[in-house]
């Protein structure tokens, strides 16, 4: 018999319950990386590339999706410079959370506080979409190098059987995604993404 850990029992029965509740319905809108400065990162074992960066936003998704109009996918880190403790992180972590309840469901939050080893950081997981695509979305909000930032893991799927797919692909992955970020330790530091493209 498979045993399964605490969180991943709770992906999967968060994943049941947003199936059996009509939540998840596609009609719904609902330390630094050296890497970065090259233009790649890696996130769960795998390479991403950097594809656009505008305002502090950079994108970065896997080979073979370029297109990002299209993307599965994508891993994004947002810098605000003028975030530089843990209470303006906070601000900056509920300013997150409300702009993904404007636009979709909030399936999950945490914080952990801050200890002697490390500042304070919050999770948010959210489901995003439209009519064509759902999108989970796991945003970690933490100060990298003194400065606030949010590194975001989104998965899409699209299609008019987008729902299912998302319940079973949450069931399957929510878990590890969030341990994946929760213990990422090569979030780009402020001054690698600075050193990025910019795009028109």
């Known amino acids: 018999m498979k045993v399964r850990s605490r969180a991943t029992h709770a992906w999967m029965v968060l994943a049941g319950f ?3 509740c009509g939540v998840l319905s596609a009609n719904d809108a609902l330390a630094a990386s050296p890497a970065a400065s090259a233009g790649t990162l ?21 080979e073979g999706d370029e297109d990002l109009s299209r993307w599965r996918d994508m891993v ?14 906070a601000a900056l972590a509920n300013s997150i959370l409300s702009n993904y309840q404007r636009h979709g469901k909030i399936l999950r939050t945490d914080s952990k ?14 489901l995003l979409g439209n009519p064509e695509f759902l999108e989970a979305a ?13 590194a975001v893991y989104s998965h899409r799927i699209y299609g008019k059987e987008a729902a299912k797919a998302m319940g079973e692909w949450l069931s399957a992955n929510g878990a590890s995604i969030e341990k994946t970020l929760m213990t990422w330790d090569r979030i780009p530091a402020p001054a690698a993404l ?3 493209p910019q795009s028109k």
């Not at 994004?76 to 992180?89: F, S």
């Not at 796991?138 to 606030?148: K, N, S, T």
């Open 18 to 20: 947003l199936l059996h």
């Open 76 to 89: 994004t880190v947002n810098a605000h410079d003028a975030v530089r403790n843990a209470e303006q992180l």
């Open 42 to 62: 890696t996130f769960g074992g795998k390479v991403y590339h950097h594809r656009w960066s505008k305002g502090g936003q950079h994108e970065f998704t896997r």
């Open 113 to 126: 506080p801050r200890t002697p080893q490390r500042p304070a950081e919050h999770l948010i997981v959210a």
């Open 194 to 196: 600075r050193s990025l």
């Open 138 to 150: 796991f945003a970690r909000i933490v100060l990298v190098d003194g400065v606030g930032e949010a």
